[in-house]
């Protein structure tokens, strides 16, 4: 029967933990990948099985008892490891060697993001609109290869086709087999014999084009629009990006968007929000008769439903709310001013005295249920 507990170098009523860090410990120094040589690979072989006898409670519990799964006929345990599968198991993946092979040529390529200033009506009703951008597509000459047309290319004679040096290095785990991207032919395995002369062998070159683009309607500022493949070329000719449009909506000279709502103000004369009238508003939707009704106050809100912005998802559109103000004549000739003195005298208003309005009932709780949508 073997002696685990030897193996390993730890006493029988080690933790869990002990055992994991003896192991940790002695495999860093015993690997094969770090430490060649017949007899470190029989110790490596030993102190594994050990480590999967007691790393194990079940199997150490059964092993404490006398059961020993290796006792006849030790299966070849521990060859199937590499030491970066040792690597990963301690310190998470990617932490031993890395992939291994020359890489493609061929690799996607980026994203592009470009901004697009539209007009507030373009937003209400969404638009066509034309951007030009400056991308990286396919070279025609070579149609992405790389090689200029007639020549080929040739497995690179550095590396062997590998991609990768091979470097013994030396490291606090003990000798580490560490590998690089060859620099001759740039980790791909094989040289351009005649790189093209379009793109210098990069498969793509960088062109100004036009593209139409569709904006839907109820987009804001920030609003992106993600068009498929329309992004950069990758090297090598691989497939391209998506291009993402990001919205800008231009500030409008009336009226301010709230959500899908658009608000704006009127000025009315005093005489006109007293008496009421009928007052011409230019919106998007063309010019609207808009009743005031008479007893009109400053602050006071009208909504006209349906003529704000179309909801980007969802059918329908937002309110077009509008808020008035009422003018107080300033400059008076005698004659409206004595009018207006007669007029407060008829009201009894000739030394009125202010009154505080109920909280809320103001020009400023009006701002406010406007702003909340009440
Ligand atoms: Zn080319
Ligand atoms: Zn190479």
């Given amino acids: 029967m073997n002696d685990y507990y030897a193996d390993l170098g730890v006493s029988r009523d080690a933790t869990a933990e002990e055992i994991k860090r003896a192991y940790r410990k002695q495999a860093r120094k015993l690997h ?3 430490n060649p040589g017949p007899e470190a690979e029989e110790q490596f072989k030993r102190v594994s099985q050990a480590y999967d006898v007691l790393g194990d409670p ?3 519990r059964n092993y ?7 006792a006849s006929g030790a299966a070849a345990f521990g060859q199937g490891f590499s030491f970066s599968d040792i690597m990963d198991a301690f310190f998470g993946a990617g932490a031993g060697a890395a992939q291994r ?15 697009l200033d539209i007009d507030l009506a373009d937003a209400v009703f969404g638009s066509e609109s034309e951007l030009t951008l400056e991308t990286a597509v396919v070279c025609e000459t070579c149609h992405g290869d790389g090689a200029q047309p007639g020549t080929s290319r040739r497995t690179c004679d550095v590396c062997g086709g590998r991609g990768e040096i091979q470097q013994v290095q030396r490291s606090f785990l003990g000798q580490v087999m560490t590998s690089r991207p060859c ?4 980790g791909y395995g094989e040289v351009l014999v ?10 793509r070159v960088r062109t100004r084009r036009t593209l139409k683009i569709k904006v839907p309607a109820g987009v804001d500022t920030g609003t992106r629009i993600q068009l498929a493949g329309e992004g950069e070329v990758g090297p090598g000719g691989g497939p391209a990006g998506d291009l993402y449009v990001e919205v800008a909506v231009r500030p409008h000279a009336t009226f301010q968007r709230r959500g899908d709502d658009l608000h704006c103000t009127i000025e009315l004369p005093m005489t006109a929000a007293a008496l009421g009238t009928t007052a011409k508003l230019d919106t998007f939707d063309g010019t609207n008769e808009l009743e005031v009704r008479p007893g009109t106050q400053p602050g006071d809100v009208m909504t006209l439903r349906g003529l704000g912005v179309t909801h980007l998802r969802g059918s329908g559109r ?7 103000n009422v003018i107080t004549p300033t400059r008076l000739d005698a004659e409206q001013e004595e009018l207006l003195r007669q007029f407060a005298t008829l009201r009894g208003e000739e030394r009125p005295e202010g009154r505080l309005a109920p909280a809320g009932h103001g020009l400023f709780g009006k701002l406010r249920d406007a702003l909340k949508g009440k």
């Fill in 32 to 34: 094969p990948d770090v």
């Fill in 58 to 60: 079940e199997k150490r």
């Fill in 64 to 70: 404490d008892m006398g059961a020993d799964p290796y």
């Fill in 101 to 115: 092979g020359p890489r493609s040529r061929q690799r996607r390529g980026q994203d592009a993001l470009v901004r």
């Fill in 183 to 186: 620099m001759t032919c740039h």
């Fill in 194 to 203: 005649s790189p093209c002369f379009e793109c210098s062998g990069d498969g």
């Fill in 318 to 324: 937002g309110d077009l709310v509008v808020h008035v």
